[in-house]
């Protein structure tokens, strides 16, 4: 990738994302993390480039979620006291996955999160 087109592809990505996760909530970040890895961090320049793409689409995506968020909350599309009993366990299971990225291997994170993928495709189309 030329280095002047850089910034511009990584604000489409980031535009892309922000879209995917107004409309599915965090579901932008499973887009953030391919377009991430293809045209974000190389593999050829850095061996945890799958670790660094996860984690950078996690810092990407709480970001669009809190002004996502924002957005709903002040158009009375969600009331706070609705999402609060999820926020505590949300916080433990976020440190929880943190701590696992760095111990799971590479392979077994993508085995995991294709068995994710399938389960929620099953869901979405069969209800």
Same mark, same amino acid.
């Given at each position: 990738?030329?280095?002047?087109?850089?910034?511009?592809?990584?604000?489409?990505?980031?535009?892309?994302?922000?879209?995917?996760?107004?409309?599915?909530?965090?579901?932008?970040?499973?887009?953030?993390?391919?377009?991430?890895?293809?045209?974000?961090?190389?593999?050829?320049?850095?061996? &945890? $480039?799958?670790?660094?793409?996860?984690?950078?689409? =996690? +810092? %990407?995506?709480? *970001? @669009?979620?809190?002004? &996502? $968020?924002?957005?709903?909350?002040?158009?009375?599309? =969600? +009331? %706070?006291?609705? *999402? @609060?009993?999820?926020?505590?366990?949300?916080?433990?299971?976020?440190?929880?996955?943190?701590? %696992?990225?760095?111990?799971?291997?590479?392979?077994?994170?993508?085995?995991?999160?294709?068995?994710?993928?399938?389960?929620?495709?099953?869901?979405?189309?069969?209800?």
């Amino acid at each position: 990738m030329k280095k002047h087109l850089r910034p511009l592809i990584l604000s489409g990505i980031g535009f892309v994302v922000g879209i995917l996760n107004g409309l599915f909530g965090a579901g932008g970040g499973i887009a953030a993390v391919v377009l991430l890895k293809k045209f974000g961090f190389s593999a050829a320049e850095n061996k &945890s $480039a799958d670790r660094m793409a996860h984690a950078t689409s =996690v +810092a %990407l995506v709480f *970001a @669009l979620t809190i002004f &996502s $968020a924002a957005l709903y909350l002040l158009q009375g599309r =969600v +009331a %706070l006291n609705d *999402a @609060l009993p999820y926020i505590p366990g949300g916080i433990v299971g976020s440190a929880a996955g943190a701590v %696992l990225l760095k111990k799971i291997s590479t392979l077994w994170l993508k085995r995991i999160f294709a068995v994710f993928m399938l389960y929620t495709a099953f869901r979405l189309v069969f209800g």
